[in-house]
């Protein structure tokens, strides 16, 4: 039995509770004292009820003490146990030894590394164990400082961290009693530098992924994120690639580095080649200093090129070279530049036709087409475009300081039908115009102001650019490389549409539709 004694700091206190062990004939197992809390704690042999409420009484009517009750552990016993249980928990191996170097204390992980039994540990010297670092050696130096090396027991190597256990003596100098060795495997490592590459997943929450084509997109870019690979997002303008993209990296190892992005078809030639790759000194007409590119501000990082498409040929074959190796020179500058960056890159362009049609490189085509990943347009994920609604409802009116209009029954129905053209772009800025314009507390079809559209005919815009044969082209070719994977030759292709082998394998050339730019 074991009892928490709360008393006063009284000289003799101790020795008359020893007292009234002893006049019932109980040996004492151990007592501590704790000064700062005064508590006392002894630990006897367990006695029937009655004894036990006679000796209670009696221990209470010591002058001096407060209170008492019975405990499980003695703190010394519970703090035995905490500790063999976290050794035994703990996944790596943890040796303790003397300064002879022999072990003292053990857990199961280093036992199963040592491959040993403790019985045949006894007596034995860590040294006879292991190779890499003399431990004997180490703990006679001058100066015994912490390390960690590379050791090697029985053919497998370990990292050790070979930490020195100092204690204090009576004078207060401390002094070296020994050494706690933390043994880590090559399999433990790669799970920690895995995790610590894991990055914050968490950023694909700002994605709204309730369709099935979501929630595979985002499972798929959730595991390219951790690879250093090119990652090509391809879909149509406004279906969130910019924001994809920002989810990968925010969920890479590189998220506490820049993050850059340059739009390839909103600068000149020229000024494009110079944002990305920099320039030296004197390369252009009034500048006397040179400036860093995109690629060099952006070393550790990211490099998201938007509309990767209408980059031109020179700078197309610049990129090549860059995505080899990570080198470049700057403009009308002869030395090389290397970096360390991640390139994504999005397109809302067919690039295997542009490859077919020789606008687009097919050697850069292949490079950056790595790690690929398709957006669905808005139309294609139904089940998204409500949440997508509420959540840019809610922003809006949060923003705007007023509170969260209701989405009607009616209006959610009409949005989940709209083909939406101009995709999640095209819905945000709908609802954003219309919380700004609201005065109700709810949000029907009324508010909304989009380009009419019906079941029959689809939605009519004004702003409608190309001709009728542009658009059937487009059409068909979207079409064929929608069934291409299904039906994987142009016989089987044919049969399936109706028409000539020799139609159909046209038209796959024309449109550049074939196993190398279509995934099957």
């Known amino acids: 039995m074991r009892l928490e004694i709360q008393c006063q700091n009284r000289l003799g206190l101790a020795q008359e509770v020893l007292n009234v062990l002893v006049g019932y004939q109980l040996d004492l197992r151990g007592i501590e004292v704790d000064p700062v809390l005064n508590r006392m704690y002894v630990s006897f042999p367990t006695v029937n009820f009655e004894k036990f409420q006679e000796l209670m009484a009696k221990i209470r009517r010591i002058e001096g003490i407060d209170d008492v009750k019975t405990m499980a552990f003695l703190p010394s016993e519970r703090e035995k146990n905490e500790l063999t249980t976290l050794l035994k928990t703990l996944p790596d191996g943890l040796i303790a030894i003397d300064c002879r170097a022999n072990v003292t204390v053990i857990n199961d992980a280093a036992l199963e590394a040592l491959s040993i039994s403790r019985a045949e540990l006894k007596g034995q010297p860590l040294q006879t164990l292991v190779k890499g670092f003399n431990f004997q050696r180490w703990l006679e130096s001058d100066d015994v400082l912490a390390q960690t090396r590379r050791i090697e027991i029985h053919g497998k190597r370990f990292v050790a961290d070979v930490l020195p256990v100092m204690v204090p003596s009576e004078s207060g100098v401390e002094i070296l009693a020994g050494a706690v060795i933390n043994l880590k495997s090559e399999s433990r490592l790669g799970l920690h530098m895995v995790a610590f590459k894991k990055g914050d997943q968490e950023s694909f929450n700002t994605l709204q992924a309730h369709s099935n084509l979501m929630r595979k997109v985002v499972r798929e870019a959730k595991k390219m994120a951790q690879l250093d690979a090119p990652i090509l997002i391809m879909g149509e303008t406004g279906t969130g690639k910019e924001l994809l993209a920002r989810a990968c990296h925010a969920a890479s190892s590189r998220i506490n580095k820049p993050f850059l992005a340059l739009n390839c078809a909103s600068l000149p030639d020229?000024?494009?080649?110079?944002?990305?790759?920099?320039?030296?000194?004197?390369?252009?007409?009034?500048?006397?200093?040179?400036?860093?590119?995109?690629?060099?501000?952006?070393?550790?990082?990211?490099?998201?090129?938007?509309?990767?498409?209408?980059?031109?040929?020179?700078?197309?074959?610049?990129?090549?070279?860059?995505?080899?190796?990570?080198?470049?020179?700057?403009?009308?500058?002869?030395?090389?530049?290397?970096?360390?960056?991640?390139?994504?890159?999005?397109?809302?362009?067919?690039?295997?036709?542009?490859?077919?049609?020789?606008?687009?490189?097919?050697?850069?085509?292949?490079?950056?087409?790595?790690?690929?990943?398709?957006?669905?347009?808005?139309?294609?994920?139904?089940?998204?475009?409500?949440?997508?609604?509420?959540?840019?409802?809610?922003?809006?009116?949060?923003?705007?300081?007023?509170?969260?209009?209701?989405?009607?029954?009616?209006?959610?129905?009409?949005?989940?039908?709209?083909?939406?053209?101009?995709?999640?772009?095209?819905?945000?800025?709908?609802?954003?115009?219309?919380?700004?314009?609201?005065?109700?507390?709810?949000?029907?079809?009324?508010?909304?102001?989009?380009?009419?559209?019906?079941?029959?005919?689809?939605?009519?815009?004004?702003?409608?650019?190309?001709?009728?044969?542009?658009?059937?082209?487009?059409?068909?070719?979207?079409?064929?490389?929608?069934?291409?994977?299904?039906?994987?030759?142009?016989?089987?292709?044919?049969?399936?549409?109706?028409?000539?082998?020799?139609?159909?394998?046209?038209?796959?050339?024309?449109?550049?539709?074939?196993?190398?730019?279509?995934?099957?």
């Open 270 to 520: 020229n000024v494009a080649e110079s944002e990305l790759f920099g320039y030296g000194v004197n390369a252009f007409p009034g500048t006397t200093d040179a400036k860093k590119g995109i690629f060099e501000q952006a070393n550790g990082g990211t490099v998201f090129l938007d509309e990767v498409g209408e980059m031109s040929a020179q700078l197309q074959i610049k990129l090549i070279r860059f995505l080899q190796d990570g080198s470049f020179r700057r403009v009308a500058d002869e030395n090389e530049v290397k970096v360390d960056v991640r390139v994504i890159c999005t397109t809302k362009k067919d690039l295997p036709a542009m490859v077919q049609e020789g606008k687009f490189r097919e050697d850069l085509y292949y490079r950056l087409n790595v790690l690929s990943l398709t957006l669905p347009p808005l139309r294609d994920r139904k089940q998204d475009v409500v949440p997508l609604a509420e959540f840019f409802i809610a922003r809006f009116a949060a923003r705007l300081g007023r509170k969260v209009p209701h989405l009607t029954s009616s209006c959610a129905q009409f949005l989940q039908s709209y083909p939406w053209p101009g995709n999640v772009r095209q819905l945000e800025n709908a609802l954003y115009r219309a919380i700004t314009l609201l005065d109700d507390v709810e949000l029907d079809i009324e508010h909304l102001q989009l380009p009419s559209y019906n079941n029959d005919f689809g939605y009519l815009e004004q702003d409608f650019d190309g001709t009728l044969d542009e658009a059937v082209k487009q059409f068909e070719a979207n079409l064929l490389r929608k069934l291409f994977p299904a039906y994987p030759s142009s016989r089987q292709l044919a049969k399936k549409l109706g028409l000539s082998h020799t139609a159909v394998a046209n038209k796959l050339r024309d449109y550049g539709i074939n196993r190398k730019s279509v995934k099957i």
